[in-house]
């Protein structure tokens, strides 16, 4: 009986091996090369990870993402001491592919992993994650489970570096544990620049240790109110710290973003002498105070420089990444015009108006981040009066607003319009599909500038779905449509193909506990 059921499963592993050689992967996003072969690999309790030295954390980090649902730890060794091994390597024959691309060749007794950095060796993991069954997912052991992964060589390498999702923490504070689930399915689906929206008119939500009552005060809602505190709150230094760190092993890089010169409102709950007119205002969400403010820094006052500079000097250790988000968006001119201090300053520095202030003061702020080793970056409106060559734009307009300005300027460019992407929008405004079928380096929206764009961005800003379901399915699955935008070649991109990948992930959200919207 024993012979005849080893006989039997041996059977049913040649059937599987043979049907997984010829079904097409699904992967998200779509990998720009992929040849097919025959057959699968299959891991067992005694498949080996072969790495060097150099490589025992990428090692481990696989080991680790496939142990709780295969219910064993697989054995790290330096060489392979029989077959049925994934091994992992440094080539740097594919250094002309660049530093974030892979090569993963399967065969029915070897994994070979290969790539000229370890960040392209990790996006390798990723791809391995989502070719084995489902169930990988699993945070507990999966039993008489067969964990297969068809034969195969795949070339891959991402379109655009930044390939983003912003997270607006001001008008509803979005917990730790919350973020870290995002930055969780942002590196399974290759996405590697989460931004992190944390002052706004609506709250202060970084500890400053400076400034305590950025946090004691500027943090918090005022006690007329009626908010729940969960929409409240602030990251202290320790927490940032700890999601820098827990996003940075995943290949993600987090951007602060500090508004200015507008939407600080919430600034002058405490420091009224930061503003033109020295006005005291209270801290309010959104739907209590929608719209722009008015009030905002008084730029020719030397006090608002001392205090930016302060607040950058304690967040640039917090912050590895070589960019820093300064806003600039939405910076309404009324007070600069009617202020004694701005309009000395105009005069001072031989401007001609107060687009060109603005721009003065945008170029001041990029010297000093220039001189902490930080790349500016603001939203479009930093174009306004003028810019430097150096900072990158991200542009949020309609491109048909500005389709001029971006053709002719020879800045980097982060495209993130409020057509596509723009997360907080309804399905019903943005559906799924339009997000995927954006293309964000066409002549026709920036002119000869295609190769200045560097990147896509989705944005979520939580003035409407506050809830941590509510924000899950405004996100998802739209998310995943925009990492094969920033990933994906855009001829090689086709929306019934990635429809049929999509149904399947909808159920690694459902294992990831993620909520979704339901395609119609």
């Given amino acids: 009986m024993k012979k005849r059921m080893t006989i039997l499963w041996l059977i049913i592993l040649f ?6 050689g010829q079904n097409l992967i699904s992967i998200i996003p779509k990998p720009q090369e992929v040849e097919y072969y025959t057959g699968s690999f299959i891991i067992s309790p005694t498949t080996l990870i072969v790495a060097n030295d150099k490589l025992t954390m990428r090692a481990e980090q696989l080991r680790g993402y496939l142990s709780p649902a295969m219910g064993y730890n697989l054995p790290i ?3 392979a001491s ?3 091994y994934i091994e992992m390597k440094l080539d740097p024959s594919l250094e002309i592919l660049g530093k974030e691309a892979y090569q993963l060749e399967i065969y029915p007794n070897r994994i070979i992993i290969s790539a000229h950095t370890d960040t392209g060796l990790f996006w390798a993991i990723q791809t391995i ?3 084995l069954p489902q169930a990988i997912l699993r945070q507990a052991p999966v039993k008489e489970m067969i964990w297969q992964l068809p034969c195969l060589k795949i070339k891959d390498k991402p379109r655009f570096k930044w390939r983003g999702l912003m997270l607006d923490c001001s008008r509803t504070f979005i917990s730790k544990e919350q973020i870290k689930k995002y930055i969780e399915q942002m590196c399974f689906y290759k996405m590697n620049v989460l931004q992190l929206h944390l002052t706004d008119d609506q709250g202060w939500r970084i500890e400053i240790k400076k400034y305590p009552q950025l946090t004691s005060i500027c943090s918090k809602f005022d006690s007329t109110c009626k908010e729940p505190k969960e929409y409240e709150g602030f990251y202290s230094q320790d927490d940032m710290k700890e999601l820098v760190a827990f996003a940075s092993e995943r290949n993600i890089d987090i951007v602060p973003e500090i508004e200015m010169p507008g939407h600080t409102a919430e600034l002058f709950a405490t420091f009224p002498e930061l503003s033109c007119f020295g006005h005291k205002l209270k801290v309010k969400p959104w739907a209590e105070e929608d719209g722009v403010h008015d009030e905002i820094l008084c730029v020719g006052n030397d006090s608002t420089f001392i205090f930016i500079k302060n607040v950058i000097d304690e967040l640039i250790p917090l912050f590895p990444s070589t960019y820093f988000h300064i806003g600039g968006d939405e910076a309404p001119k009324k ?5 004694a201090k701005c309009q000395r300053k105009i005069k ?5 108006n107060e687009n060109e202030l603005q721009s003065w003061f945008i170029k001041k702020v990029e010297q000093y981040l220039n001189s902490k080793g930080k790349n500016l970056v603001g939203w479009d409106e930093i174009l306004e009066g003028g810019i430097s060559e150096t900072a990158t734009v991200m542009y949020w307009r309609d491109w048909q607003e500005a389709g001029n300005t971006i053709s002719i300027i020879s800045n980097n460019i982060i495209m993130t319009p409020t057509s596509h992407c723009y997360f907080d929008y309804s399905y019903q405004d943005i559906p799924t599909q339009n997000v995927y079928n954006y293309n964000p380096a066409t002549k026709e929206r920036v002119g000869n500038n295609t190769e200045k764009v560097i990147g896509v961005q989705a944005n979520f800003w939580s003035h409407i779905d506050r809830t941590p379901p509510n924000i899950d399915r405004q996100l998802f699955p739209r998310l995943l449509a925009m990492s094969e935008i920033a990933w994906t070649n855009n001829d090689k991109k086709d929306w019934a193909d990635f429809k049929n990948r999509l149904s399947e992930k909808l159920h690694c959200l459902d294992i990831m506990g993620i909520y979704y919207h339901s395609p119609n």
Wanted: a positive charge; proline letters at 4%; charged letters at 15%.
């Fill in 335 to 339: 007070a600069w015009k009617q202020c």
């Fill in 82 to 84: 029989h077959p049925n």
């Fill in 77 to 79: 060794q330096t060489k």
């Fill in 129 to 131: 994650r989502q070719l």
């Fill in 348 to 352: 001072s520095e031989l401007l001609n």
């Fill in 15 to 20: 059937i599987v091996q043979f049907i997984s």
